[in-house]
């Protein structure tokens, strides 16, 4: 039996005739851009977020690189974030005007290191861009109290995290509630994936969301009026479509997601060379990513594939070590968590349509190898 990283068919056959009943009155209506579903899962997505706005764009990396050139970013300005990501996350401060500062991760979350945040504040720090990596929420609350004391912004990069909680003082708060501007991805493998590329952006900062609604709007709020440059960076309203018929679904899917981690993280529990996902108790985990730690990770990942056992490695390379950072001067070594993160990580299927048998499979087929 070979069982695919993703099966985003088996999704499909299952939503398909609510997703292209969305999409058909689109088409009836022929307002494919800036249509009215776009306005309505910008609500959607702000309600989700515990937010007051929330602004469609094209991809989850506008949804970053927007609210970073809201900063008005000058040369020289810093901008801190963990290199153990996806690119967007830093190339999008490139392309902002800013330098990225990669701090390194914790460990067991691979989220960003609040503590090595606060060594790396600078008269120049403008913002501070944790990820929610693999679908659990970063340290917020320190996090917030290092941005609020100097008057720094936080940008979350939500793109794997959208619906993720954490429990702060007793009580639930979101992803995209606590951070100035929170950044998704709908990339079609995400939670919550359009049948394209889209992504949204969620804040409850006035200015800066009449600022983001004029940026992807090639600055301007009114058509052939710029008050700046901006680009065209707008959600298409066909996948604004897929993403309302798809959204009352993504709770369930979450869920299925933390079921199936639990199977596996029971079922490799008595394997000594592999570490099962660490859950923060803080946090509700969405598990975009099932990531483990294993040793002789690239034989597993071998076998895995002869076993015709679908897998990834995110990340291979942390981003302080990529060729286009070499000028910020990271050496091997710089950042040793995020480092030994990228030799020793490997994700499994999580997607919510699988089965028992499926799960089961996988973790024979990894028990086999270490014995
Ligand atoms: C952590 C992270 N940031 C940013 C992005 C960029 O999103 P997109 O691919 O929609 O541009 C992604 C997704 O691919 C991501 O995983």
């Known amino acids: 039996m070979n069982i695919p990283m993703l099966d985003l068919v088996a999704q499909y056959k299952a939503i398909k005739d609510e997703v292209l009943a969305a ?21 959607e ?6 937010a007051k706005h929330g602004i469609g764009c094209a991809s989850g990396t506008d949804a970053l690189l927007l609210p970073l050139k809201v900063l008005d970013l000058k040369p020289g ?11 967007a996350t830093a190339g999008t401060i490139h392309n902002a005007g800013g330098t990225p500062v990669f701090v390194d991760i914790q460990p067991d979350t691979f989220n960003i290191d609040p503590a090595a945040v606060k060594r790396a504040i600078t008269p120049r720090t403008r913002a501070i861009m944790p990820v929610h990596l693999y679908g659990q929420l ?12 100097r008057g720094i912004k936080i940008i979350e990069d939500a793109a794997q995290a959208i619906g993720a909680r954490r429990k702060i003082d007793g009580e639930w708060r979101v992803a995209g509630e606590l951070g100035w501007v929170t950044g998704y991805s709908f990339f079609p493998s995400k939670n919550l994936g359009a049948w394209g590329d889209g992504g949204m952006m969620v804040t409850s900062d006035d200015a800066a969301a009449d600022r983001l609604r ?27 479509a897929v993403l309302l018929a798809k959204l009352p679904h993504l709770a369930h899917w979450s869920a299925k997601r933390r079921e199936h981690a639990a199977y596996y993280s029971k079922g490799l529990a008595a394997i000594r060379q592999v570490k099962a996902p660490f859950v ?5 985990h969405i598990f975009h ?5 294993v040793e002789r990770r690239d034989e597993l990942q071998a076998h895995l594939k002869k076993e015709g056992i679908g897998h990834a490695v995110y990340y291979p390379i942390p981003l302080h070590r990529q060729p286009c950072f070499a000028h910020l001067g990271y050496k091997d070594g710089s950042l ?16 919510p349509e699988l089965t028992h048998p499926q799960l089961d499979r996988v973790i024979d087929s990894i028990s086999g190898f270490y014995q």
Not at 280 to 284: G, H, I, M, S, T
Request: glycine share 4%.
């Open 289 to 293: 990513q099932y990531t483990l730690r």
């Open 77 to 87: 300005d810093e901008v801190i974030t963990t290199p153990f990501t996806f690119f």
């Open 45 to 50: 997505c702000a309600k989700v977020s515990h």
């Open 214 to 240: 004029k940026l992807r709007l090639h600055g301007g709020a009114k058509q052939y009026h710029h008050d700046e440059v901006g680009t065209n960076s707008r959600l298409d309203t066909l996948q604004a």
């Open 336 to 351: 040793p968590q995020a480092e030994q993160a990228s030799h020793e990580v490997i994700s499994l299927p999580i997607y």
């Open 23 to 43: 999409m058909m009155q689109v088409i009836e209506t022929q307002q494919f851009i800036m249509g009215k579903e776009v306005a309505q899962l910008e609500a």
């Open 138 to 149: 970063a340290d917020m609350l320190e996090l917030m109290q290092i941005g609020r004391s």
């Open 280 to 284: 923060d108790p803080a946090n509700e």
